[in-house]
């Protein structure tokens, strides 16, 4: 009784009271407003299975955010910095290159303007990337294969533009023996256990 909580992961949020389970919730903490925890509770607990569970990210790693000035892409930039990553990210115009950079992307590719594949060969010097986090889906695969080292791995996690669709699995092989996952964030934090672990990280 008297908590102050939040949550991320149930439907009804367009009311301004509601009856919920306990097991839903999460705390929190002082520092963090309502308005904050409203805020940052789906897409940051995305932003953490990405990071910290899908492909643990360590300092020295280089990756790839698509759609780097969305609500995920910002907090994917802020955090992976913050862990030592080289960002690069994607955006489709110079006002979210200002935001995606502003979050802490190093590099910031105009993918309208730009063969993103080719300009991440070049910032890279033909090292490519550890991992590329891809929230957009049909239009960026599957030249984001083109992107990833030999044994890393591409995470797709939304489609804003279209489901990538069925692919010949091969392509894997050919772009260097590359790890492909599809996670959700209700698999990640499907007991209270995890949910708390993930929000207390998030927090």
């Known amino acids: 009784v008297g908590d102050r909580v939040a949550y991320g992961t149930s439907r009804g949020s367009y009311c301004a009271e509601r009856l919920i389970e306990a097991a839903q919730l999460v705390k929190l903490p002082p520092s963090v407003s309502y308005e904050t925890g ?19 990210v360590k300092a020295g790693d280089t990756i790839l955010v698509h759609a780097a ?6 907090i994917l930039c802020q955090w992976a910095r913050a862990l030592g990553c080289t960002v690069i990210g994607t955006v489709g115009s110079k006002d979210k290159a200002k935001l995606a950079s502003e979050a802490g992307a190093h590099h910031v590719i105009l993918y309208r303007e730009e ?5 991440v060969k070049e910032i890279t010097g033909g090292k490519l990337c550890d991992v590329v986090y891809d ?3 049909k239009d960026t695969f599957p030249a984001s294969l083109d992107c990833i080292r030999p044994l890393g791995m591409f995470v797709s996690f939304g489609n804003a533009s279209g489901p990538v669709e069925a ?3 091969g392509l894997l092989s050919q772009k260097g023996s590359l790890f492909a996952t599809r996670p959700t964030l209700f698999t990640y ?3 209270p256990e995890r949910l708390r672990a993930m929000a207390d990280d998030l927090m």
């Open 189 to 191: 934090a499907s007991t």
């Open 38 to 56: 409203a805020a940052m509770m789906l897409k940051g607990l995305t932003a953490q299975y990405l990071l910290r569970q899908t492909f643990p």
């Open 115 to 119: 063969n993103f594949a080719a300009r």
């Open 69 to 74: 000035a969305g609500g995920v892409g910002l």
């Open 167 to 169: 692919f010949n699995l």
């Open 135 to 137: 929230g957009v889906g």
